[in-house]
């Protein structure tokens, strides 16, 4: 048995799911950061399987819009760790309950 | 592609994935961060994109893991957060992993085998970008540009 | 046909050893093959590190007026065996602060990308470990791994001079690492591909009657770019004049201070390894990887070539070691953003204009003319406003 792409969607949606859990159950800023970039992965892995198990793989679209994803993912997180360094800076704390100012 | 390769490499990624989501110590989760990314570049190799696995090592465990670490690096003084977890996201998780797979699993169109291709060389892959996306790439060197220039703002040194 | 015998000498002896396993599934043969290529190189780049070690102390040696190593056997040859059996008897030493699993797999980490990073380099004709079509970009996306391995390295210490060294190697690596990058950029426009063994067919053949190989080095951006290259591969590999990261005199050894015994040789090797694998990308890339210098030597056999060109970079870092200070810390990377990269990226403007003048002489002259240009240009902004500013001194409070 060869894997199919069952299998390789199975294992992004498990990947998505970890990167859901660390984005919303960890108060960390660099976790959520982490998740979120988990989470990107995933949908990647997910663009590459479709363009292999496509009809017509000729046409590399899934592998472009795969390495698009990961320019924007490293400038997203370029601008988050830069975000979280300078929240750092004011409030020193990276806890992102503790930034609660702006709560009636 | 060979499914011993495929399932070492899932399991691998997976855990290093879950250790990254779930381990108290920062440094150790962002380096178990870079263990899943590198078992995904590994799946991309499997699947025939050579060139997606070699960008995604160089640009995530070159330099996002190095910025997340740096980062950890110039935070590590601030009071350690309450390693608790927030139950009602790991509930959400599940339920959006059952959700997921629920949907996988009901669609049939899925099992097709993967057609026989022949190797997506760099070469073309260049070629498509440079003619058929040529739009996009102009916009991400400028979200790129823009990046830059905003991460360079933000953490410059405030003016009190 | 003996001189192409000679030439294809390992080729055959991998197909001999591999005759030997005779109807395997072809599994087997692949890993059967990949099994002796990576046994090859470590068995090659091994014995070429306990011959490096040796010479270098010998030749800083000699440039310091002084013997080196001559104790153990002749001419102190075996003095890497003495070296290494001292370093394996040592007691391990983990400091009780340590993060003790970030602390073993560290060094692990440094000499796998080292490792990994020799694999794609075309050792003679038909003589690469791994031959992929993305190869160069192969060769970067390991290399940038060795930062990562740094940095635990420094952080698993716990020591602050790990940490100051492992901050100043990122630095400097990260600093390195664009100008690296964007002077291998022109080379590959000019052939159009990133496999290795395409850029070294690239550059066989001869011009001026057979006297003059068409090496990337012999064009003015090609020299210009190798230059640069061969600057970035000093910073990335830590070496004088740019081993600030591990400078005794201020911060003990940087990021390998906690390090003793084995693990502490496994960072040197790391250290050698990534030497070898810049220079042997530099000789790829610029120097026309394994063909001959002049027609006639054509008989020699490929890999000879490849090995000699090697040692001749290999003497250049050593007589660099001998022979340069240590450069301060805000020098080096003031130098990497105000000078290496605008001149990395005239290095790519320089190469179009020579691929557009048709390879001629003309575009030989203009992309001479480019480059030269704007070397004088930022030697002027960089360096002139600085000469005649009025010296300030600072003291320690």
């Known amino acids: ?104 | 592609m060979s499914t011993a390769a495929f399932i070492v490499i899932a399991i691998l990624m997976l855990a290093g994935a879950l250790a990254a989501a779930t381990l108290s110590k920062l440094i150790h989760a962002a380096l178990c961060l870079v263990i899943a990314f590198i078992g995904i570049a590994a799946l991309f190799f499997l699947l025939g994109a050579e060139f997606v696995g070699l960008v995604q090592i160089f640009v995530y465990v070159g330099a996002v893991a190095v910025l997340i670490v740096f980062t950890i690096l110039l935070t590590r003084h601030a009071e350690e957060p309450t390693s608790g977890f927030n139950w009602s996201g790991v509930l959400v998780a599940v339920a959006v992993f059952a959700g997921l797979i629920w949907v996988i699993l009901q669609t049939p169109s899925l099992s097709a085998p993967a057609p026989v291709i022949e190797a997506l060389t760099v070469k073309r892959i260049g070629e498509v970008l440079m003619t058929d996306y040529i739009w996009p790439l102009q916009c991400v060197g400028l979200l790129l540009t823009a990046a830059l220039v905003g991460g360079l703002i933000l953490v410059m040194e405030e003016k009190r | 046909m003996t001189g192409e015998r000679v030439d294809q000498i390992f080729i055959i002896a991998k197909q001999w050893l591999l005759s030997l396993l005779p109807n395997a599934p072809d599994w087997v043969i692949q890993i059967a093959s990949s099994l002796i290529n990576i046994s090859a190189v470590l068995g090659v780049f091994m014995g070429l590190f306990a011959l490096i070690s040796v010479l270098e102390r010998k030749i800083l040696g000699r440039i310091q007026n002084r013997y080196g190593p001559n104790r153990v056997g002749p001419f102190g040859l075996f003095q890497p065996v003495a070296d290494g059996i001292k370093l394996l008897i040592k007691e391990d030493i983990v400091p009780l602060r340590a993060d003790k699993v970030v602390h073993f797999i560290a060094p692990i980490m440094m000499a796998a990308t080292a490792i990994l990073a020799l694999g794609v380099i075309p050792y003679g004709r038909n003589m690469t470990p791994f031959s992929i079509d993305g190869g160069i970009l192969f060769f970067f996306a390991v290399g940038s791994t060795t930062e990562l391995a740094v940095f635990m390295a420094g952080w698993g210490s716990n020591n602050k001079f790990s940490m100051l060294g492992a901050m100043r190697a990122i630095a400097q690596m990260v600093s390195y690492e664009l100008p690296l990058l964007i002077t291998v950029l022109p080379v590959i426009m000019i052939v159009g591909s990133l496999s290795a063994d395409a850029i070294v067919a690239a550059q066989g053949g001869y011009v001026l009657g057979g006297i003059v190989p068409r090496w990337f080095v012999f064009t003015p951006w090609g020299a210009a770019a190798f230059i640069l290259f061969f600057i970035s591969g000093l910073v990335e590999s830590n070496r004088t004049p740019f081993d600030m990261p591990e400078g005794e005199s201020e911060i003990v050894a940087g990021h390998m201070t906690e390090y003793s015994g084995f693990k502490y040789a496994i960072f040197f090797l790391a250290e050698y390894f990534g030497m070898f694998a810049v220079s042997g990308l530099a000789v790829t890339l610029f120097l026309g990887g394994w063909h001959a210098p002049i027609h006639l030597l054509e008989i020699i056999p490929s890999y000879v070539w490849f090995f000699a060109k090697l040692a001749v970079l290999l003497f250049v870092f050593i007589w660099i070691r001998g022979t340069l200070p240590r450069m301060r810390v805000d020098h080096v990377m003031s130098f990497a953003w105000k000078f290496m990269l605008p001149m990395a990226f005239t290095c790519i403007i320089a190469a179009a204009v020579w691929h557009y003048q048709s390879h001629g002489v003309a575009g030989w002259l203009w992309s001479l003319a480019v480059i030269a240009s704007v070397y004088f240009g930022l030697s002027w902004l960089v360096d002139t406003k600085k000469k005649f500013a009025p010296r300030t001194y600072r003291f320690a409070e």
């Open chain 1, 1 to 104: 048995m060869t894997p199919t792409l069952t299998l390789f969607l199975i294992i992004s949606a498990a990947l998505f799911s970890i990167g859901l859990l660390a984005a919303l159950s960890r108060r960390h800023a660099i976790f959520i950061l982490i998740g979120i970039e988990m989470m990107l992965a995933a949908a990647n892995l997910n663009f590459i399987a479709f363009w292999r198990f496509a009809p017509q793989p000729q046409a590399p679209t899934g592998v472009m819009v795969a390495i698009f994803s990961i320019a924007i993912a490293a400038a997203e997180a370029a601008i988050g760790l830069a975000l979280v360094i300078s929240v750092y800076r004011h409030y020193r704390t990276t806890n992102v309950e503790k930034l609660d100012q702006l709560k009636g």
